[in-house]
């Protein structure tokens, strides 16, 4: 029973770490599409308000790739949570850094209210 445990948490933390790391990059990516939309608007000394609409998406998208940034950190917690409930606190799943503190959920919080 352990062992099956122990597979299936490896099979979750394989999936969630590239998560982790996929909305992450795609907030900097997002973020040098803005630049590119603002700098590009300059360079072509267009008026303030050309491209205005899709700036205005693409801010509102990457506010959800923040968001979506908090759930996974809190999803990341909950896992810790569950990982010690079925006995698995002797496994390591390959996290590179620190788990999230449970303070994660602060994260989401702060990006509903903006």
């Given amino acids: 029973m352990l062992n099956q445990r122990h597979q299936i948490a490896q099979s979750i933390a394989n ?5 982790e790391q996929d909305v ?8 040098r599409l803005t630049i590119a939309v603002v700098e590009g608007r300059k360079a072509a000394r267009l008026p303030l308000d ?6 205005n998406l693409v801010a509102h998208a990457n506010a959800r790739l923040v968001e979506a940034r908090g759930y996974l950190a809190s999803a990341h ?10 006995g698995l606190d002797c496994f390591n799943y390959g ?5 999230p503190p449970p303070s994660g959920r602060a994260i989401v919080a702060a990006v509903r209210a903006a």
Avoid at 24 to 31: E, F, G, L, T
Wanted: glycine share 6%.
């Fill in 15 to 19: 999936e969630l770490l590239p998560a």
């Fill in 24 to 31: 992450d990059q795609a907030i900097v990516r997002n973020a």
């Fill in 50 to 55: 050309a491209g205005q609409e899709g700036l």
């Fill in 77 to 86: 917690v909950a896992f810790r949570k569950t990982q010690s409930e079925v």
């Fill in 95 to 99: 996290d590179v850094e620190e788990c």
